[in-house]
């Protein structure tokens, strides 16, 4: 996990450069309208929408913004109807790829996300020959510069945390989806510094690639991310740090 999950850091610190060209807000504000209208618009009640939320918080969305989206969403607006479609592939070195996509042209998604697999080496898969190598778990990672070992192993599994490991400058807190924001909530009142927190698709196992077959599933990567109607791109890949540093 822990080269999908620097991966994933160096992403984060890129798209707060790139929310000033709205790329970023518009996704956000997208995500919480659809939240908002499938299970309404409190987010104590619709875990979807507390992340969402979260979210759209921790990349300077202003609250008006993000109360639009709701009002939005939970009002019953009219306008553009999206739905949520995941696409199954593989990138260059066998590298296991799953994309979630918000869109509201099913036909477009499509071909922009295999033309993108094609682009960089890759290729899309029927559904489900992938997506049984991922779990959905929560990950939390916490800055190890800035917190000891001893605070955070006790605040996260006394909290329902399932596992608390070291990778690289963090350490990653996984926990089970439903017992999510409980450890979250927990690792903030202890005060310690979360890098990133979501409820995401980690991979079982992982493939280790190098050379140019590490920077074509990176590029692949990163292009799917900057679509627009995609929310989310997970893959197993296992990556040195010399080359994820390189996209940042």
Do not use: C
């Not at 939240?35 to 987010?43: F, I, Y």
């Not at 290729?123 to 070992?149: H, N, P, Y």
């Not at 329902?160 to 909530?185: H, L, N, W």
């Not at 992982?206 to 692949?220: D, I, N, P």
């Amino acid at each position: 996990m822990s080269g999908h999950s620097k991966w994933h850091n160096i992403r984060l610190k890129k798209e707060k450069v790139d929310q000033v060209r709205g790329k970023l807000f518009s996704k956000l504000a997208r995500e919480i309208a659809v939240a908002a209208k499938e299970g309404g618009g409190d987010p104590d009640g619709n875990p979807r929408l507390r992340t969402a939320i979260d979210h759209a918080r921790e990349a300077g969305m202003p609250n008006d913004n993000i109360q639009r989206a709701i009002q939005r969403g939970a009002g019953g607006a009219e306008g553009a109807t999206f739905e949520t479609i995941t696409y199954e592939g593989y990138a260059p070195g066998g590298v296991a790829v799953l994309v979630e996509v918000l869109t509201d042209n099913r036909n477009r998604a499509a071909s922009d996300v295999r033309n993108l697999f094609t682009r960089y080496g890759g290729a899309l898969s029927e559904a489900g020959s992938v997506s049984w190598m991922f779990d959905r778990q929560g990950l939390i990672t916490v800055d190890r510069s800035k917190a000891k070992e001893d605070d955070v192993l006790s605040t996260a599994l006394e909290a329902g945390a399932e596992d608390v490991r070291t990778s690289g400058d963090v350490y990653e807190i996984v926990t089970p989806p439903d017992r999510f924001f409980k450890v979250k909530q927990a690792v903030e009142r202890a005060r310690l510094p979360i890098v990133s927190a979501d409820i995401m698709m980690v991979p079982k196992t992982t493939v280790r690639v190098e050379g140019k077959e590490a920077q074509q599933v990176l590029r692949l990567m990163d292009a799917l991310e900057d679509h627009d109607d995609v929310q989310h791109a997970y893959a197993n890949f296992d990556i040195p740090d010399e080359i994820l540093q390189q996209v940042g």
